[in-house]
């Protein structure tokens, strides 16, 4: 290959160290050397300390880069949208009920975590049976029962003799000595049905909360997980299609993009997150952190075998490794730092 450098020793050396490195990396001894440099870099991060090599204002900046500030591609919804279709088309569902995913003790613990939770439970009962639109529903409910009742005792009374006569005459004289009246009892009626029946639900507050003790949260919950539990989960596609799967994708996607990642609060979630970090791990060791991850030396060598030798292997197939290793050799023979050294030997 021609290169700029002119000394012949010097091109020779050049070759060589070329030649040096493409066998280094392609030949038996790549493990080898893979696993000597990652003993050395491990070693060095054991004296180096995460704010010894980054601060969490780096950290900061660039988190703030990619999930706040960087433009996102029109590409990743149709991604989004590609992957729920097979996703939701997939026959490992036909094939995988559901106790096949969470077993019964996992599901216990759930529950169980869930049933201690009261304050949200109370608080949950109480927001529902004082909202206004349960009041409206049930009070109509209760109306509409009262009116139906009064109208089937009309049509009762309608089959006594003389009766039928009487209730048209009554009404007749009620509707000269007040022409409002019935609409006013009509509401009349109404009102009292809507206060008796806001009342009704505030004072079954505490009887519901009696109902639903934790036993019997637990039993439900329970009950429910038995019936459903030996299900395939394909049963479920048929609440959830894949259209509405690939547009609640979508739509929980746009809300981040436009919305969340927008907002004071999105930005102090990263920020506080990042500083506890720091604040736990910033001291020690970049190998202490290793450990609390639970990553070992072991793991990482075994990554670097998988992917290490099949990259070289396309690289140097197609010539490109060679030349990434005289791109990054290249200067320093043509720096005439080696003539000079060349020189000084030669006086």
């Not at 990396?25 to 980054?54: F, P």
């Not at 997939?90 to 009920?97: A, E, F, G, K, V």
């Not at 009620?174 to 109404?190: F, M, Q």
């Not at 505490?206 to 299900?231: C, I, M, P, T």
């Amino acid at each position: 290959m021609t290169t700029s450098i002119q000394h012949p020793v010097v091109a020779a050396l050049y070759e060589a160290h070329v030649e040096h490195a493409l066998a280094l990396l392609t030949g038996d001894g790549l493990q080898a050397h893979l696993a000597r440099e990652l003993d050395a870099d491990l070693a060095n991060a054991e004296r180096l300390t995460l704010n010894q090599v980054v601060t969490r204002e780096q950290i900061k900046a660039t988190a703030h880069t990619y999930a706040v500030h960087m433009p996102m591609a029109g590409g990743i919804p149709e991604l989004v949208g590609d992957i729920a279709r097979v996703l939701h088309a997939h026959p490992i569902h036909d094939d995988t009920r559901l106790t096949d995913i969470i077993s019964d003790q996992q599901v216990r613990e759930i529950v169980n975590k869930a049933v201690e939770m009261r304050e949200v439970r109370e608080r949950l009962v109480h927001e529902v049976l004082g909202n206004p639109l349960l009041v409206d529903l049930a009070s109509d409910l209760i109306y509409r029962g009262i009116k139906g009742y009064l109208a089937q005792g009309n049509e009762a009374a309608r089959g006594i003799p003389g009766a039928s006569t009487l209730m048209g005459l009554g009404k007749s004289v009620l509707s000269k000595a007040s022409p409002n009246l019935e609409k006013t009892l009509d509401e009349g009626l109404h009102n009292y049905v809507r206060k008796s029946t806001k009342a009704t639900l505030q004072h079954s507050e505490e009887a519901l909360l009696k109902k639903l003790s934790d036993q019997a949260l637990r039993d439900l919950a329970l009950d429910v997980w038995a019936g459903v539990k030996h299900r395939p989960a394909s049963d479920f596609r048929q609440y959830v299609s894949a259209d509405s799967l690939e547009e609640f994708f979508v739509i929980g996607y746009e809300y981040w993009r436009g919305e969340l990642r927008k907002s004071s609060y999105y930005a102090t979630v990263i920020d506080v997150s990042i500083d506890s970090f720091f604040d736990k791990y910033g001291d020690h060791s970049l190998v202490y952190l290793l450990v609390e991850v639970g990553v070992t030396r072991d793991m990482i060598l075994a990554e670097f075998m998988r992917f290490a030798p099949p990259i070289i292997a396309v690289l140097h197939g197609n010539g490109m490794l060679e030349g990434i290793i005289r791109r990054q050799l290249l200067p320093f023979y043509t720096s005439g730092r080696v003539e000079a050294v060349l020189a000084a030997r030669e006086g």
